[in-house]
């Protein structure tokens, strides 16, 4: 029986996943899913001069910084390791979602979602502190014309990592002063993560990752965000930079909304980084868009 699982510095009981043939439903769509995928995977690239890409020219696929590679994304509910989130950067874990009516009412998201998640990340994690700065609600389908990432809702499709490790220290600071200055007084290890989950069953659009061991630091091309806000940047990725070597891509095929992902996004002491992004099912798929709430979080341990 092939399984999901990963292990941390918790000894909660994590996910546990037995492999099941899926069907992706709705009231007008039913077609049976393959698990793995073959796709196009859209890298990053600089231009012929050398210039790499604004975040905004990223939006609309711009042919000039558009590095297209055929990848297998591999379906994790068929692997036969084990994920680990300090040895691959992520993990999928069972979550007990509590009751939210609108996930776009702020004030409910605040008292009802984020203490239950950071205190779920902390037992996941095995982390002594854990504070959500941001979360962001996608449901939206993808916009190619889009520039404005902080008012995009929409898949982002091209493979990144949220913010560069100069960007990170400051993003802490301004989030956090207090706590900036207490980790760097007392030379605290911490991250900066990502806990995303459906808020209904993917049926199109999956958020896939990259196993952080397979990516190189030469993968990653900085791209400033100042749209965004002042020093604001971060990855995205190219094609593998060693010759005959690929990433290694995984999705949970329809992941459902009790299946948060967790993926580093910065680690004070240099752990790799886990580059994402949503990729389009190849064949057809239903009209409506994927739904899902993804949060940024302090980790401190």
Known sequence: MATVSAATASSTSLLN??????VAKSSNFNVSRISDLDIDMQYVKSNNEGVAPSHAELFGNHPDFLDLQRVIIRDAREAEHVFSFPDNGFQWSKFNVPQIKDYEDKQQVSEKYLPVLEQFVKEQLGASFVKAFSHKVRNKTYNPSATDARSYSGPALRPHVDITSKFAPLLL????TELFKKISEENKHWQIINAWRPIKTVRRDPLVVADATSVALEDHLLVPSPEVGPGVEGWFLKKPSKEHSKHSWWYLNEQTPEEVLL?????????????????????PVPDEARESIEVRMIVVY
């Open 263 to 283: 993926f580093r996004q910065y680690d004070s002491e240099g752990s790799p980084v886990v580059p994402h992004t949503a990729i389009s099912f190849p064949g």
């Open 173 to 176: 600071r301004y989030q956090a």
């Open 17 to 22: 996943i037995s492999h099941v043939a899926t």
